[in-house]
Each structure stands twice: as C-alpha cells, then as structure tokens.
C-alpha cells in the first residue's frame, strides 16, 4: 500500500465507451483505483489527507495498449542487415531507449510478436525487476514458423540468432511452443501464411492447422495468448479454426473467415501503421518486394477491415512497431488509422484500452474502475475531438504505471 493520490478536475474518458465525465474524479491508494466517478463533497472529505492533483480539465484516460510490437527491429528500411548483423545482446540495449520511449508516449501495456534470442522477455524481466523504466510487457519471444516461411530466409546459423523457430509438424510445433513458455513467455506467436517483409507469396498458407493447434493446446493450458500472423484468407481460417485468440495484419479476411472471428469471440488486429512502409519506401530504401507485395495486399486489406468493423469483430489496435518508418513510441498513429477506417474517436480508443487488454486476456487493465491497476494517462487536450493529439507526446503530460507517475 502507497499514500492516497486524488486526480480531480478531469475530463474522464473511463475506456468503457460511455460519455465522458466532465469533473471526473479518480482516487489511487497504491497500484489500485478506489473510486472512480464524479467528484462530490463526500468523496473530497474522505480523502482530505490525499495528495491532490487538480488536472485543471485534462483528459484523464486507461494507459494505452499496443498489442503488437517488435522490440529488435528499429524501424529502419535496412531491416534484414540488423536482424543479421546486431546480436541480441546489442539488440536488447538498444530495446532500453525504446521501451522508456513507449510508456513515455501513453502506452502503458504492450505485447512483443517475435524477438531476436527472445530478448523481450528479457527486457520484460528487466522492467519488473525495476532496473528499467517501460511498460508492462506480454512477451512472445520467438515466434513459430516453418522452414522456409515468412522470416526464414536467412541461413540456418543466422536462425538461431533470429526472432524465429523453424518448426515442421505437430510434435516440433509443441515443442517450440514449450520452449517459449519455460523462457517466460505470455504469448504464442505463429506464422499461419508468407508476409511482406520477406521475398515469397505473403498469402500462401504456411503453418498448417493440425501445427498450430498442437502449439495453441500448450499456450491455453497455461492460460496464454496464442496468436497468428496471417495475411491470405486461407491461412486466416486455418488460425482460427486452430484456436487462436488474435488474427495479427488479417489483409484477405473473407466473409467465412470474419464469422470465424464471431463465433470463436476472436480478435483482429489490423497493425494499419505497418503501411508506413508504403508511405516512405521507396526513397527509404525498402527492398523492392516488400513495396510491392505490401501494396497488392493494402487495397484489400482496408475494403475487409471495414466489412470486420460493419459485422461487429472485435479489433485491437497493434502496431508492429519497429517494421521500416514505424518507429516506437508512435504506437498512437494506429488510433487515427482506426478513425480514417470508420471507427469513431471513441471506438478507436476503446481498440487501444478495454478491447486490447480483453485481447491479451488483462483482466485489471484497460479501463478506469474501482478495483483495477492504476495504469493511467493524462491528455492535455480532448482525444475524443481530436485523435491525433495522443500522437504528441508533449500533449501526455502524466503517465501512473500501477499507481506510480512515471512522467
Ligand atoms: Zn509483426
């Protein structure tokens, strides 16, 4: 237990998609939220020894979450030269700036979708120990994929060192799975189909069902995360009818593929910030491939991302930071992409707090209520007018990670 702290005078945005609270009042002893409501003559009395913070009409909103990020990629079009050339260990250090950069900026939660010598859970380690100041992490280290898949393109020694492990057939997948979960992991990253980043058809299947059902069995028998990184429809329909909780990118999701999503209460996560790519490419020096296989699937991608948010799929904001022009601690840049899309302000922002922490499975995080983890932020400005005010950093002027201001 910590002294009492009272935010008062907000604008409270509480993540649960109700009108905000003009006056709002929120009451932290320690980690937890006590009260979380108007602010009254009573509550004011019962709490006069607190330490009071007057917000003077700031918004007052749950930390945000970005459930895809990847903590050894810097954001450079010049990515396969670092995954080969930077050790783990160096990778990690480097991870140090960018995960102070993330909560600095209002996330307050992220997951990481595949690390190099799952470093992630490393720095997650770091940051719970308190050596290192960044947000809660929910950790994937390597991420599952089969020979020849999307990231493995490199020769096998360079593999090891990679973000992934080659798996082919059921029993390697389990094992692979296994292996995350003794190093810490929280979540089970599997490739169902190619991608962008690397040379080969980004829709083909790749992992096939009876492969990751073996690795989602692992993750839910220890109450994990299992998650897939799918572009083509097929590979979607394979994950999904495999088990897992979250479609990573999702491009070709067809209308079988979006009843899947329904009836399995699954999530999409469209990462619309990994078309940052397209935006600066070219000049930047993205391969050619990764440019054109990224625009084949970017016209689709936007036309089922709406059909998704017309049929009522749940839909996660998750950024995968780190891929060329995506660079950490700009995570909030997926809350306008949402809002371009058809979300309203208010939807987008329940993408980054309630329906991600319910992606990842959070049960204390991602709205403001009595009883839940103080992960909070204060917006000097009003987000539901004006999404992009969360990209500025200077505009998040408090950031409380489990009651303690972090900045
Ligand atoms: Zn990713």
């Known amino acids: 237990m910590g002294a009492i702290k009272l935010l008062k005078n907000a604008l409270l945005i509480d993540g649960g998609g109700d009108e905000p609270l003009k006056n709002g009042c929120v009451v932290l002893d320690g980690a937890q939220i006590i009260y979380s409501g108007k602010e ?64 600095e900026s209002g996330f307050t939660t992220i997951r990481t979708m595949g690390d190099k010598g ?65 190093a810490g992991a929280d979540n089970i990253k599997l490739m169902a189909t190619g991608g962008g980043m690397s040379p080969g058809p980004p829709t083909v299947p790749q992992l096939t069902i009876a492969e990751m059902q073996a690795a989602v069995e692992e993750a839910d028998k220890y109450e994990k995360t299992p998650a897939a990184h799918a572009i083509g429809s097929e590979g979607i329909k394979n994950a999904l009818r495999a088990g897992v909780r979250t479609i990573e990118h999702g491009s070709f999701l067809d209308e079988e593929g979006i009843d899947l ?85 208010m939807q987008a922002i329940q993408a980054a707090t309630k329906v991600a922490a319910e992606a990842l499975m959070l049960e204390d995080v991602g709205t403001i209520e009595k009883g839940k983890i103080a992960d909070l932020i204060v917006v000097n400005g009003n987000p539901l007018k004006n999404i992009k005010i969360l990209q500025d950093i200077k505009k998040i002027e408090m950031v409380f990670k489990e009651g303690k201001r972090i900045s």
Do not use: W
């Open 40 to 103: 009254d003559h009573q509550v004011s009395q019962k709490y006069s020894d607190a330490e009071i913070l007057d917000l003077n009409g700031m918004a007052l909103m749950p930390g945000l979450i970005d459930t895809h990020v990847h903590l050894s990629l810097h954001g450079s079009p010049h990515y396969f030269n670092e995954m080969i050339m930077e050790s783990p260990t160096l990778a990690a250090l480097k991870a140090v700036k960018k995960v102070r950069r993330i909560i």
């Open 118 to 182: 799952q470093l992630d859970i490393a720095v997650k380690t770091a940051i719970e120990q308190g050596d290192i100041i960044g947000p809660r992490i929910k950790a994937s280290g390597n991420c599952l994929k089969i020979t020849g898949g999307h990231g493995d393109m490199f020769p096998n020694h360079v593999v090891i060192l990679g973000m992934a492990r080659i798996v082919d057939g059921p029993v390697e997948a389990r094992k692979a799975a296994r292996e995350q979960l003794k």
């Open 261 to 345: 999503l329904l009836a399995n209460d699954a999530f999409l996560i469209p990462t619309l910030a990994a078309f940052k790519t397209l935006k600066y490419g070219k000049e930047g020096g993205v391969p050619e491939y990764t440019i054109e296989k990224v625009r084949y699937f970017q016209t689709a991608h936007a036309k089922n991302l709406k059909k998704a948010m017309a049929a009522g799929v749940k839909i996660a904001v998750g950024t995968d930071a780190g891929t060329p022009f995506n660079y950490h601690g700009e995570s909030a840049y997926e809350l306008e992409c949402l809002v371009k899309n058809g979300y309203s302000a």
